[in-house]
């Protein structure tokens, strides 16, 4: 089998994981007391890591397709859990240091009033902010995946990050999705499909609150990604070797 075949076979069993978890998500979230802790993104992390981003893009979306049809949360779960994703696996490939010191200032921002002080100084315009926060992943994304060079894993997908890098690339994750998460949830979800005001709805769901829920679950996807990718590397260089 050659590796853009395997690659393919790869892509299509994580699609079809994705979704099977989809389907027994009430069983398979853990109760961590302050949040529901779930393995319906790490399917399409891992596709981004290991196989190259527009599999990861291909993952994420039949994850939001499945999320879609059997989740309650229905649409907006959907757009929400897509562009959260797609944010941790963009942070995961692309965060630098200097990105990550500039993401852990918008996060504080974010949490030590900045939310409040953004929506008091713009006022229902903030939705459009929130707008932004849910389709800048799904751009980006578009965009990375479009400009991956054809041949898939073979051609595009760089070796996994060395143990060393991993903090900065978790760092990334954790404070990219929160950040967008903290826009998208209170400006846009909240206000339009729920039709709650966004100052009414921080004092339920505090920005800190929404990044903290959103930083562990981009540790869980993306720590779960990172330690695949090394193995699977191992396993390939190792084949390499023998062969």
């Not at 398979?28 to 393995?39: I, L």
């Amino acid at each position: 089998m050659n590796a853009a075949r395997r690659s393919q076979t790869w892509e299509l069993g994580l699609i079809a994981a994705a979704v099977a978890l989809q389907s027994i998500h009430e069983a398979t979230s853990y109760d961590a007391g302050f949040m529901y802790v779930d393995a319906v993104g790490i399917p399409a992390v891992l596709a981004s890591t290991v196989l190259g981003i527009r599999s990861g893009v291909r993952v994420a979306a039949a994850t939001a397709v499945g999320i879609w049809a059997l989740d309650a949360s229905g649409s907006i779960g959907a757009l929400l859990k897509l562009a959260a994703t797609l944010s941790t696996m963009l942070a995961l490939r692309f965060t630098t240091t200097r990105a990550a010191i500039l993401l852990a200032g918008l996060s504080t921002f974010l949490a030590a009033g900045g939310t409040a002080l953004t929506l008091r100084l713009l006022g229902g315009a903030t939705v459009y902010l929130g707008v932004a926060a849910v389709a800048a992943p799904v751009v980006a994304a578009t965009v990375a995946s479009r400009a991956e060079a054809p041949g898939g894993a073979a051609a595009t997908v760089p070796p996994p990050l060395p143990v060393s890098r991993w903090f900065v690339a978790l760092a990334g994750a954790v404070l990219l999705r929160g950040s967008l998460m903290v826009a998208g949830d209170l400006f846009f979800a909240v206000p339009v499909f729920f039709h709650e005001a966004a100052v009414d709805a921080m004092r339920a769901y505090p920005p800190a609150t929404i990044l903290l829920w959103n930083g562990v679950q981009a540790v869980i996807d993306g720590l779960a990604a990172l330690v695949v990718a090394r193995v699977a590397s191992g396993r390939r260089a190792a084949a390499a070797v023998a062969g």
